[in-house]
């Protein structure tokens, strides 16, 4: 079940801000920021991962750096290297790491990709900004973190000035209420929210309510993930219990959340009730709008089934499907191929059965 409320009039509107422009203005230096306005802000981490270094040559290493300590470099897009052209990318990676005494570096068997490694190492914190080379940046939103996926270019301006500016834009609050199924998870909730919404492009969106709880980290990093999919600038969930106790698992560093103003401003406002959402699916050839509950699908065949990516390839996902499909085969003339989304999910997957499940059905 879906509410959608209207934004008031803007005399009647409320004046405090949503979580990211909270973000934005403390990094920009300034009190408040309004929707419209072009920031400067300092960037926490800047994350560089190796395809960018393939592609673009030797344009990638500049002459000097902002902070080695803001910058971080991950294998994850070609690893290991299927091509000379993506080895020497490598390489010039590691001495772009070397030369600039960079100590976050996740090469190739400490390597994943980029949105799994940040979560596992706790490198997007709450209230910090991340940006990265990859379009589904956007999922550390999960860990109270303002990430944005930009271009090379910018990507290099921030290596080296350790500041980028972003236009504050309007924000979507998604409240979820109620407890999700047990056979629903984070990529159900967002092809729910994909059907209903359509392209959010140009907005935020910031998620909240009691119904969080329902949803586990993995779930939650998938849910923001996604987001990219709908063109949303930033998508964002507070810190709650959930987010801190694994932060504090996984680093030492300080955490400073971020929770919207009580009489945060919004653009729209969308209450979602779990309990409702069924199993969905995206139809070809695109999702925003073009989403479906599978019971309404009807009989399709497949000749490929994958597990795996940035949004399904977590430890949560490999548990579900080594359930699902344990005991059974394969159908003849169907595919199924499972990639972990890092090493460290592929190793603990190995150790609690997963993969021996995947293995014996065919995959």
Avoid at 146 to 157: D, Y
Avoid at 224 to 232: D, Q, V
């Amino acid at each position: 079940m879906l509410i959608l409320a209207l934004p008031e009039k803007a005399e009647d509107r409320a004046v405090g801000l949503p979580m990211i422009d909270k973000i934005l203005a403390a990094h920009a230096g300034l009190d408040r920021v309004e929707v419209g306005d072009i920031v400067v802000c300092e960037v926490d981490l800047a994350v560089q991962i190796d395809l960018v270094f393939a592609m673009t040559g030797d344009q990638m290493i500049p002459k000097r750096i902002a902070d080695p300590e803001r910058v971080a470099l991950i294998f994850d897009h070609t690893v290991p290297a299927p091509t000379i052209a993506d080895a020497t990318g490598h390489s010039r990676a590691r001495e772009f790491a070397r030369r600039f005494g960079i100590t976050k570096v996740f090469d190739v068997g400490d390597h994943g990709i980029c949105h799994q490694v940040i979560l596992e190492r706790g490198l997007a914190l709450p209230g910090q900004i991340l940006t990265c080379t990859d379009s589904h940046t956007i999922a550390s939103g999960a860990l109270n973190c303002a990430a944005r996926g930009l271009g090379p270019v910018e990507m290099l301006q921030i290596v080296c000035t350790g500041r980028t500016w972003f236009k504050v834009s309007p924000t979507i609050r998604v409240e979820l209420t109620g407890t999700k199924p047990s056979d629903v998870f984070g990529k159900d909730v967002f092809l729910y929210l994909a059907g209903v919404l359509g392209s959010v492009e140009g907005h935020n969106l910031e998620f909240g309510g009691p119904g969080l709880s329902s949803l586990g980290l993995d779930d939650r990093s998938t849910l923001a993930t996604m987001c990219a999919e709908i063109s949303a600038n930033f998508a964002i969930m507070p810190a709650d219990q959930v987010v801190l106790d694994h932060l504090t698992r996984v680093t030492q560093a300080p955490l400073d959340p971020v929770e919207p103003d009580a009489d945060a401003c919004y653009s729209d406002a969308i209450t979602v009730e779990l309990s409702g959402v069924r199993p969905q699916v995206a139809r070809p050839h695109s999702v925003p709008g073009n989403t479906i509950a599978v019971a309404e699908l009807g009989e399709v065949p497949i000749h490929q089934a994958f597990i795996g990516s940035c949004a399904n390839g977590k430890l949560e996902d490999l548990r579900t499907a080594a359930h699902i499909v344990k005991g059974h085969k394969v159908h003849p003339g169907v595919r199924l191929v499972v990639t972990p989304a890092s090493q460290r999910v592929y190793l603990d997957a190995v150790r609690r059965g997963y993969v021996t499940a995947l293995l014996e059905t065919g995959a």
